[in-house]
């Protein structure tokens, strides 16, 4: 497969995120995607009421939406969405699968969209075209062969509310609460730590407190390339001197400065808004004792301002009245020394004490954070040190102020909310039983992680999955991949060809979606959809460009159809009725969820959606104790697989990361335009005094591999070394070429999210192969 690249290079970048190179960066993709006609048009109907809801972040979309409400990779997306080229059974004529395996992640989703249900032919070894009715028929003789517990229904976040309920009905009719989701790889560990400490599973903030917040901090989350929409309330914040606090390891440049691509003063004038006014380069997995510095600090500060008989700086009357276990975590707290503290942040105390100061002055604080808080061994203690540290100032439950997990994938949230979880205590189970005529299983079902392994034991045999790429997703790639090729079942609800796709199993069928973009009509009416973001606003939406192809289904249909071929029809959900009509289906989740979504068929189009009622924002504590719970960690590491310190000095820990050049597994590109990397991902970002104390140089060629388990052998490569402004011992790498390196095992405890931002590897010397060559880094491009 011979894909020409522009040639790599490395490029420390100058500008502001935003800006021109964001407005480049959207005409260039529009233009490769042929989707020059389609997609402008399609643009402006984008996160518009009667619009469609972006297909890439779950970042919430205002009541009041600019004239343009999208940002560089909302439009990317779209354009990757609508793009005219087509994957086509004459394709697959041409290929067998065993040949698309050597093909990138990048150009098998590039070849276009899918556009006929396909079946796997083993004999010669291609995907064939079949009916609908085929497959309908053939997967629902597979489903009744397998017991229900041997079939895991994964979901990526991106399915509708209505199809997100549909699906949870069906696994559940079926008899399993296998059901997993890309959540358990994400925010799980903000659905288990906040659910503890706050007693909702979900963030407190609304795109309103943004415009009364005196002071935010950002943990850990990349928003200039993973919600850049969100670069708009920041920047007005800023407008408004809100200081802004962030601790990353790395200076991801939207934190730093933006300028607004959508704002023509601001594209012709020298000025770009600073982002952050302090930005801490805290060390991978460091940032639980950087909390505990702050806190430290403002434990001090609150001791001399009562002697001095000024005003306290915690809020002790909030503390009294509305949470518990303060006592202990002050403890654990003075435990640690500034000395321990300051080794394990990766900070001076003085920078731990600038940004308590910044807190203790500030009424109305924000925490936002990602991938780099909940990706970690601690992910779920990470969270509630968080909340600890809003807890101290009463920042929960106040307008301006609270936590905001940023959520990936556009309906992850929503998806959960109607019922997608293998844990049948989060649904209520006596009204799905009552309206719908069957037993809910009992038994709690399988999580991803569980999924994995229980895929390499055997005691899964088939997979669905509603959308995803489920085998790049997860960890463990080359342990996990003969497992999946090793399935009785495979069958995949998709827009467009992966990886997950060419390891079929036994028995595998490939069928085409529409995608959000698109216009749902069923018998001749229009369908509207709905979806619940990141602040817990739930907004109806509406496809609008033509589909890809005319076979395609809606994934709705496509469950109805699987449903009504496998299950007897004594349960009584009108499969077929829900099909014609997604009116219906609200209607029932308007029924099994009332106190959320009750009159929802209108209420959806209120300018900016509807909230979903969350205790916590109104202090009312739904956890163990009936209080918000100050949850006190019991160690300072993130990593315990290997101890720091002098024994493991060869040992760095990577963070995999995404480009602003990604959504997810699928590669729009190969730059990283923020980051200065250009024509290639094959690089690894290290400290300069790493690289030279291990004996490399900048722009040489290593493998990485896994520094635990040395029984297992996990090794990526050849990577190009790229000296970086990252902290000593740490190193960063693009996921997904990285996840071969993650252990299956190294997952968060208690919500089992892979531990991807804080993986122990060792480096070694290689030689590039003829792929890598190509796309090298000059070595004059490295001198920074
Ligand atoms: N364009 C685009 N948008 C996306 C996605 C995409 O791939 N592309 N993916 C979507 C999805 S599903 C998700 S979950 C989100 C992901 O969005 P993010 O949460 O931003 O995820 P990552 O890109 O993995 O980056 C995590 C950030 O955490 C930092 N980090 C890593 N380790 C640590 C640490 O130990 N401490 C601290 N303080 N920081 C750390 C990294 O430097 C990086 O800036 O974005 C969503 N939106
Ligand atoms: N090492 C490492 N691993 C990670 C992460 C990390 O940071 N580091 N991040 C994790 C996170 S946060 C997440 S969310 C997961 C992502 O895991 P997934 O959600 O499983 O993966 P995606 O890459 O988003 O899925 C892309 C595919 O979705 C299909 N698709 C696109 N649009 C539609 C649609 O409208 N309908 C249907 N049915 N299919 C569609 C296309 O075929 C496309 O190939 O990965 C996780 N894995
Ligand atoms: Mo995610």
């Known amino acids: 497969m011979s894909l020409i690249h522009p040639a790599a290079h490395y490029r420390p970048y100058t500008s502001a995120s935003g800006g021109w190179g964001s407005a480049h960066a959207v005409m260039n993709i529009l233009w490769r995607e042929q989707a020059l006609f389609s997609t402008p048009a399609a643009l402006l109907k984008q996160n518009k009421p009667k619009g469609f809801a972006c297909v890439s972040c779950a970042w919430a979309k205002p009541g009041n939406p600019h004239a343009l409400e999208f940002c560089e990779n909302g439009a990317k997306a779209t354009a990757w969405e609508l793009t005219s080229s087509k994957t086509s059974p004459a394709f697959f004529e041409e290929h067998t699968l065993t040949e698309l395996r050597d093909w990138t992640d990048y150009a098998l989703e590039q070849h276009g969209r899918l556009t006929h249900p396909l079946r796997y032919d083993a004999e010669t070894d291609r995907y064939r075209p079949t009916t609908w009715e085929q497959a309908f028929a053939g997967i629902g003789e597979q489903l009744k062969a397998l017991s229900p517990d041997e079939v895991v229904f994964y979901a990526s976040g991106r399915a509708s509310l209505e199809t997100s309920f549909m699906y949870q009905l069906f696994a559940r009719a079926y008899g399993t609460n296998n059901l997993p989701d890309s959540s358990n790889m994400c925010h799980e560990s903000t659905s288990v730590g906040l659910q503890e400490s706050i007693g909702v599973p979900v963030g407190t903030v609304t795109l309103a407190d943004f415009e009364h917040t005196d002071c935010i901090f950002f943990f850990g989350q990349n928003v200039g390339s993973n919600s850049p929409r969100m670069l708009h309330p920041l920047q007005e914040a800023r407008k408004r001197h809100v200081p802004i606090i962030t601790f990353n390891p790395i200076r991801e440049r939207g934190l730093e400065?933006?300028?607004?691509?959508?704002?023509?003063?601001?594209?012709?004038?020298?000025?770009?808004?600073?982002?952050?006014?302090?930005?801490?380069?805290?060390?991978?997995?460091?940032?639980?004792?950087?909390?505990?510095?702050?806190?430290?600090?403002?434990?001090?500060?609150?001791?001399?301002?009562?002697?001095?008989?000024?005003?306290?700086?915690?809020?002790?009357?909030?503390?009294?009245?509305?949470?518990?276990?303060?006592?202990?975590?002050?403890?654990?707290?003075?435990?640690?020394s500034w000395e321990a503290l300051e080794r394990r942040a990766g900070l001076s105390r003085g920078a731990m004490e600038a940004a308590a100061t910044v807190y203790a002055r500030s009424e109305r604080v924000m925490v936002i954070y990602g991938m780099g808080m909940t990706q970690h061994r601690h992910g779920v203690e990470n969270v509630q040190m968080l909340v600890n540290l809003l807890l101290l100032r009463g920042n929960i439950g106040k307008t301006g102020a609270g936590i905001c997990p940023v959520r990936g994938h556009s309906n992850v949230q929503g998806q959960r909310t109607v019922g997608i979880t293998e844990d049948p205590a989060k649904v209520p189970v006596d009204k799905i039983e009552s309206l719908f005529g069957f037993k809910v299983p009992q038994r709690k079902g399988l999580a991803t992680v569980d999924s994995c392994e229980a895929m390499l034991d055997g005691s899964v045999k088939g997979f669905i999955g509603l959308g995803g790429?489920?085998?790049?997703?997860?960890?463990?790639?080359?342990?996990?991949?003969?497992?999946?090729?090793?399935?009785?079942?495979?069958?995949?609800?998709?827009?467009?060809?992966?990886?997950?796709?060419?390891?079929?199993?036994?028995?595998?069928?490939?069928?085409?979606?529409?995608?959000?973009?698109?216009?749902?009509?069923?018998?001749?009416?229009?369908?509207?959809?709905?979806?619940?973001?990141?602040?817990?606003?739930?907004?109806?939406?509406?496809?609008?460009?033509?589909?890809?192809?005319?076979?395609?289904?809606?994934?709705t249909a496509i469950i109805a159809g699987i449903a009504q071929a496998t299950l007897d029809g004594s349960e009584r959900v009108p499969w077929d009725a829900w099909r014609r009509d997604y009116a219906q289906i609200r209607a029932a989740i308007a029924q099994v969820y009332p106190e959320i979504f009750h009159d929802m068929e209108t209420r959806m189009w209120a300018p900016g959606g509807f909230h979903r009622p969350l205790a916590a924002a109104q202090r009312q504590w739904k956890t163990e104790t009936g209080k918000a719970r100050f949850i006190t960690a019991r160690h300072l590491d993130e990593d315990d697989d290997v101890s720091s310190g002098d024994g493991a000095r060869d040992v760095i820990q990577l963070m995999t990361l995404r480009s602003n050049d990604q959504f997810n597994t699928t590669v729009y590109g190969y730059n990283d335009r923020f980051r200065g990397v250009h024509g290639t991902r094959s690089v690894v970002f290290m400290n300069r005094n790493d690289v030279v104390r291990l004996g490399f140089a900048a722009g040489d060629w290593v493998r990485l591999r896994t520094a635990v388990e040395p029984e297992v052998r996990r090794e990526v490569g050849p990577m190009q070394i790229i000296v970086y402004d990252i902290p000593e011992g740490c190193a960063a790498a693009y996921y997904p070429e990285c996840n071969p390196l993650v252990p299956l095992w190294h997952y968060a405890e208690r919500s089992k999210v892979p531990a991807a931002k804080s993986v122990p590897v060792t480096l070694h010397a290689t030689l590039p192969d003829t792929q890598a060559q190509a796309r090298a880094v000059p070595l004059q491009d490295q001198v920074i």
């Open 469 to 555: 790429n489920f085998l790049r997703a997860i960890p463990d790639t080359h342990r996990m991949e003969p497992a999946w090729a090793g399935l009785t079942l495979n069958v995949q609800v998709a827009t467009k060809l992966n990886r997950s796709h060419l390891l079929p199993g036994k028995q595998a069928w490939l069928l085409p979606c529409l995608g959000r973009i698109e216009l749902d009509c069923q018998e001749g009416v229009e369908q509207v959809y709905s979806t619940e973001d990141s602040t817990g606003c739930i907004h109806g939406w509406q496809g609008r460009a033509a589909p890809a192809s005319d076979q395609l289904r809606s994934e």
């Open 257 to 336: 400065r933006f300028v607004n691509p959508q704002s023509p003063v601001e594209m012709v004038g020298p000025e770009s808004t600073v982002i952050s006014t302090q930005y801490h380069q805290v060390a991978i997995g460091g940032d639980m004792a950087a909390v505990m510095g702050m806190v430290k600090a403002l434990l001090a500060m609150d001791r001399s301002a009562i002697e001095r008989q000024t005003e306290p700086v915690l809020d002790h009357g909030f503390i009294a009245e509305h949470t518990d276990g303060f006592e202990e975590f002050v403890a654990e707290v003075e435990r640690h």
